[in-house]
């Protein structure tokens, strides 16, 4: 079964830009990876969907900033965050559905 670890995480001011990475244990070439976030006091809520196909869908608050990619050969899937704000401070997690990773912090200040 694929394992997933994210990394990338960190504080940036707002305005800034992060990269998060979500590393596979194993192929990831048959694997849809949605990205997750989870802000202290708040419901988990989707943010972005890397498919099969490299196509993508983002939720309406981060849509023109984020940017999911996939690197098949890397078995790694990134999350590229542009135009950070405060509220964009959360844990993001990266899953295949069944599979959760541990999560990366992402600290936006103002």
């Known amino acids: 079964q694929v394992q997933l670890v994210e990394s990338g995480g960190g504080l940036v001011q707002a305005g800034g830009s992060l990269r998060l990475s979500c590393a596979a244990s194993?192929?990831?070439?048959?694997?849809?990876v949605d990205w997750y976030r989870q802000a202290p006091g708040k419901q988990r809520e989707w943010v972005a969907s890397?498919?099969?196909?490299?196509?993508?869908l983002y939720a309406d608050s981060v849509n023109g900033r984020f940017t999911a990619s996939r690197d098949n050969a890397r078995n790694t899937v990134y999350l590229e965050m542009n135009t950070l704000k405060v509220e964009d401070t959360a844990v993001y997690y990266c899953?295949?559905?069944?599979?959760w990773g541990q999560g990366t912090q992402v600290t936006v200040s103002s």
């Open positions: 194993g192929s990831i070439v048959s694997l849809n």
């Open positions: 890397i498919f099969v196909s490299h196509s993508t």
């Open positions: 899953t295949s559905g069944v599979i």
